[in-house]
């Protein structure tokens, strides 16, 4: 299932839609959303370098971690550092998000820093100003791949830094537009859901495509929070935890996953769950009825029915049925059964309609009887 | 599928010689009580709504944060409008609005099409069990359908509309997402809405309004409600004095609940859009035609002008499907036949609450 999210961004947008866009969701309860945004951001990459994706490069926005925690990442996981400068570029806001360290060093209070930056890494200053961020990931993407056609992958480290610097409905706007971007393939977050209000992760779930949270394994059972520093949960939550993917489909329905995932030395391993799925709220199914509707079987039968009053008008003279003389054609017997309402019977030949009267012991010539004339 | 009867009285509007220009004018039809409905788009939901859309009327569409079908309601009302030459104003918090109008459905004509052969031929074959049928002769009831064009179409959502349609058409199309504040759009909505007032005794046109997804977060004014709330009620009571229709949609998840129960509480029209689990064994197994359905559609308050009588509904909640992946239909819910073991739901009451599975069902 989290090879379904990387498929999922590997295939990337159709013609004439929104890109796909992921929000990897952690809290503190199990504070692992950054390892499995490494893990998503080096499948991606792998499947760039292999050139089994839709996009041909990445734009990675890192905000909460420098260009060199990724260079060091994607060479332990074994890509091909040196010819990095062909698939990915780092807009590295970490380093000086504000300015201030720039604006420091012009007015010489501290050194310069020789930062051991790579060649793929530009730096950015403005955090607080989104459009030039969108400018400037744009710019970046378009040195990937050129003008034309080519599409690129944009991986922003953390959009909870960006959320300290800006308000939500700049980042909204920002991811978004990012979305509807022509040359934009895909596009993945990652965001710690308890630091922000909810209206916040709410607007955020609301403009992506797919939901990946990563929660505790084990949740205490009468859920105070105190439980959470006792040691058995807090080994078993830091060792591991449930990852809850909701997809949006095209079609309109939300597909719903899970899997465990459990920490190791070199990373993170996704494993089916091993308990039984989770019953479906099913609150949001209201009053339903009986289906009125007829199938084609039942209907061929309805049409066979031979109704009462059907055959008159023919120019026949009108017998008039009381439900009591049997008739001399080839009808079959009636029942007198008391307390019985008219039943139609449908059979494979000619449907049918035996009538039972209901009133049977009365004497004939009731006014209370009103199927008197009934005719069939 | 449900359709409520309107409450016949004695009285009736004399619909004089002058009136029957109305009539004549496409897409607009008599309601009751002196009010005049336009198509939704949707036969479907024209019919349930008895009759479409009251002109002077609000229809809010509350919007679920993990489906799009908003945007089908939006998308047929657009292209209704567009096949009936009625003005149109769209708004949304795209940057570029106009890159909607090449997702319009096409109208599907029956005469190449046999979209609604079902309802036709069983009214065609109805055999009625009438004792009087001997003192008439044979009655025909032909069904009628002439060349005119059509109330409400039927949209195939698979074919774009025709071009044809675009042109000489007035289309307004404005983004709402660079705008810091909504005083210029409301200026555009009135200017729009003059062309259309009530102030003379002839129509020559209706007009819709069409606003997507007011409150979304890409906008600037998002957590200003209160000018929200302003200009809905400024919108409505220009709306109410001209002839027009406008169609909102907004994500109640994201507003603030006061603000999405005003906003409920302002239109006059409620419909709120739901998604459904994707392969869910337990609704598949309570429903028929889970397989087809993709979503589901709830009318909350039907408009009602001029009475105080209210529209109760004999069901609320419909099921959204396509048929042939074309056209949108909705439904009512059905009931998957129980299982013979558990076995008391078919002697229970005709109300559908009567389940047996008493645990896993909270209605």
Redesign the interface.
């Known amino acids: 299932m989290a090879e379904r999210i990387c498929r999922a961004l590997r295939d990337g947008v159709l013609e004439?839609e929104h890109a796909p866009a992921l929000t990897i969701k952690d809290s503190i309860q199990s504070p692992f959303g950054f390892l499995v945004f490494n893990h998503v951001l080096s499948q991606l990459s792998s499947f760039i370098v292999a050139q089994k994706s839709q996009s041909q490069g990445i734009v990675l926005v890192a905000l909460s971690r420098g260009p060199l925690y990724y260079e060091e990442l994607f060479k332990s996981k074994g890509n091909d550092v040196s010819s990095s400068n062909k698939w990915i570029r780092v807009l590295d806001c970490c380093t000086d998000p504000l300015g201030w360290r720039s604006k420091l060093m012009e007015s010489g209070r501290i050194a310069n820093l020789t930062l051991g930056t790579s060649t793929t890494a530009s730096l950015y200053k403005n955090a607080k100003d989104l459009d030039k961020l969108l400018l400037a990931i744009t710019e970046l993407g378009k040195e990937l791949v050129g003008d034309g056609k080519g599409r690129f992958a944009v991986a922003i480290d953390s959009v909870s830094e960006m959320l300290r610097h800006t308000?939500?409905?700049?980042v909204?706007?920002l991811l978004?537009?990012l979305r509807?971007h022509d040359q934009v393939s895909c596009l993945f977050w990652l965001l710690h859901s308890d630091i922000h209000e909810t209206?916040a992760t709410?607007?955020?779930?609301?403009?992506s495509s797919m939901q990946a949270s990563a929660e505790p394994r084990t949740r205490p059972v009468n859920g105070q929070r105190g439980n959470y520093e006792k040691l058995p949960f807090l080994e078993q939550n830091l060792r591991g935890g449930k990852i809850h993917v909701?997809?949006?489909?095209r079609?309109?329905?939300?597909?719903?996953m899970s899997e465990e995932f459990c920490i190791e030395q070199s990373g993170i391993k996704f494993t089916p769950i091993s308990s039984e799925a989770e019953?479906?709220a099913?609150?949001?199914?209201?009053?339903?009825?009986?289906?009125?509707?007829l199938s084609e079987k039942e209907r061929n039968d309805r049409?066979k029915v031979v109704?009462?009053?059907?055959h008159?008008?023919n120019g026949k003279t009108?017998q008039i049925y009381d439900g009591r003389k049997s008739l001399n054609e080839d009808k079959p017997e009636m029942q007198y059964t008391s307390a019985e309402k008219v039943q139609t019977v449908k059979d494979s030949g000619r449907g049918e309609i035996i009538y039972f009267r209901d009133s049977d012991d009365e004497m004939p010539d009731s006014d209370e009887d009103p199927d008197d004339?009934l005719?069939i | 599928m449900a359709g409520n009867k309107p409450r016949a009285s004695s009285f009736s509007r004399n619909f004089s010689a002058a009136s029957n220009t109305i009539s004549q004018i496409p897409g607009l039809k008599h309601g009751p009580n002196g009010t005049m409905f336009l198509s939704s788009g949707i036969p479907d939901l024209d019919k349930i709504l008895g009759g479409g859309f009251t002109l002077g009327s609000l229809v809010m569409v509350m919007e679920d944060p993990e489906a799009p079908h908003h945007m089908l309601l939006i998308r047929n009302f657009m292209a209704q409008g567009l096949v009936h030459k009625q003005p149109l104003l769209y708004a949304s918090p795209a940057k570029d609005p106009r890159g909607f109008l090449g997702t319009l459905p096409s109208p599907m004509f029956s005469k190449d099409e046999k979209s609604r052969d079902r309802d036709v031929e069983q009214e065609k074959g109805l055999r009625i069990a009438w004792q009087y049928k001997k003192y008439f002769g044979e009655q025909n009831s032909e069904f009628q359908r002439d060349g005119k064009s059509e109330y409400c179409n039927d949209f195939d959502l698979r074919k774009p509309l025709e071009r044809h349609f675009y042109s000489g058409q007035q289309i307004d199309c404005i983004s709402l997402q660079d705008s810091a504040d909504l005083t210029t759009f409301q200026d555009r909505c009135s200017s729009f809405l003059s062309q259309t007032s009530r102030n003379d005794r002839n129509i020559t046109c209706a007009g819709r309004i069409a606003i997507q997804s007011l409150g979304a977060p890409q906008c600037d004014f998002s957590d200003k409600e209160c000018d929200m709330l302003s200009f809905i009620r400024s919108l409505k009571s220009t709306i109410r004095s001209s002839n027009a229709v406008a169609v909102i949609t907004f994500p109640p998840s994201l507003v603030s609940p006061a603000f999405s129960k005003r906003l409920q509480h302002l239109a006059d029209t409620l419909v709120s859009v739901k998604a459904i689990p994707d392969e869910d064994k337990e609704l598949a197994k309570l429903l028929t035609g889970y397989q087809d359905m993709v979503g589901l559609l709830s009318v909350h308050k039907v408009a009602r002008i001029n009475t105080q009588v209210p529209t109760i509904l004999e069901a609320t909640t419909f099921s959204m499907k396509l048929q042939k992946r074309r056209s949108l239909i909705l439904e009512c819910l059905n009931q998957a036949p129980v299982d013979g073991s558990t076995g008391s739901s078919y002697a229970s009451s005709s109300s559908c609450s009567g389940s047996s599975k008493t645990g896993s069902l909270d209605f």
């Open positions: 004439g308000s939500i409905s700049s909204a706007g978004s537009n509807s209206k709410a607007a955020l779930e609301y403009i909701r997809f949006k489909r079609n309109g329905r939300v597909r719903l019953m479906m099913r609150s949001l199914v209201p009053k339903v009825q009986f289906n009125l509707q049409e109704l009462p009053f059907e008159q008008g009108i004339d005719d």
